[in-house]
């Protein structure tokens, strides 16, 4: 069956104009051509009222990491449980705006202070420069927590794709370094290893919008020239222990080729006593966060993560 006729037809509706707009060429594409395109495609919704946005730059290492605040605008100083956020892109794409959606969502449906970071790009900084920033930026919020009216104990690190990656391997620094504790980690169809011979990369190496030759692309962006590794900081799968690690949810998308991996990653937890839940989004692609707003299937997983982030850091 061609991978186009697995997606659900409402989904496919969405999705469609920006399947075809989409050059079969991106993985050849410079990491500024990549962004140019995406950005060209991109929309970025307006601040709603009841949520107030401000942009602030957090100093870590002689440098400063661009951030991004979204609070409810009854929001006083009573220490609410802290979500900080990880934008996708391969690696190489995405800013403050590109996952505004998300951002603004998860501060409306929780009432929690949303810290949005702006991690260094690859090529112009492979890794490790992001999964540092990102860390830098966990210790910034611990220092700072009141300025966002949080509680630091009750953290959750979210993200969504490369993002979420970041959010696996910023709980794995944690714990390695006996940093900030993280209370939950909201992982939404991440990627999690450089294993292209998955059953998912299998099924639909051919797209549509992230193919296996897209993917090793953003890898090859990434880690310098070339597309595997084994660090467990840039694919966490591979990490030798996963013990102490915080409760986690996983979500991933029917159709894509990341799913067998974020699904592994899952059970591996598990294997060490992490408590996990999997949800995955049937008749759908990668990067359905973007439609949580408007597709029935979308906001179905995306509230299942949510709620169980929720339970976890209410208790």
Request: aromatic letters at 8%; glycine letters at 6%; hydrophobic letters at 40%.
């Amino acid at each position: 069956m061609l991978i186009l006729n697995r997606i659900d037809p409402q989904y496919l509706k969405l999705v469609e104009k920006a399947i075809i707009e989409t050059p079969a060429d991106m993985h050849t594409l410079s990491a500024e051509q990549l962004r140019n395109l995406r950005n060209g495609l991109r929309q970025v919704p307006p601040i709603p009222n009841g949520i107030i946005a401000k942009d602030i730059k957090a100093s870590a290492n002689k440098r400063e990491i661009p951030l991004r605040i979204y609070r409810k605008s009854d929001h006083v100083n009573d220490q609410r449980p802290l979500i900080i956020y990880f934008h996708g892109g391969g690696f190489v794409i995405g800013n403050l705006d590109s996952h505004q959606i998300t951002c603004v969502r998860l501060c409306e449906d929780t009432g929690w202070p949303v810290l949005s970071v702006d991690y260094r790009l690859a090529p112009e900084h492979p890794f490790p420069a992001a999964p540092e920033d990102c860390f830098s930026a966990l210790c910034w919020a611990a220092e700072n927590a009141d300025l966002m009216g949080a509680d630091i104990s009750r953290t959750a690190v979210v993200g969504e794709s490369a993002g979420a990656n970041l959010a696996a391997v910023t709980a794995l620094l944690a714990r390695d370094r006996k940093g900030p504790t993280i209370g939950f980690q909201l992982l939404f169809y991440p990627v999690i290893d450089t294993d292209f011979t998955t059953p998912s990369y299998q099924d639909f190496a051919a797209g549509p919008l992230l193919p296996e030759r897209l993917m090793r692309a953003y890898w090859r962006h990434y880690l310098g020239g070339v597309d595997t590794t084994n660090d467990a900081y840039a694919v966490p799968l591979r990490a030798d222990s996963l013990a102490d690690l915080p409760t986690a949810s996983i979500v991933t998308a029917e159709i894509d080729v990341l799913r067998s991996e974020a699904e592994a990653y899952g059970v591996r937890l598990k294997t060490f006593d992490v408590d996990v839940s999997i949800h995955r989004a049937t008749g759908l692609i990668h990067g359905f966060m973007k439609h949580i707003n408007v597709h029935s299937e979308a906001n179905r997983v995306y509230s299942a993560g949510r709620d169980d982030m929720v339970r976890a850091l209410s208790l």
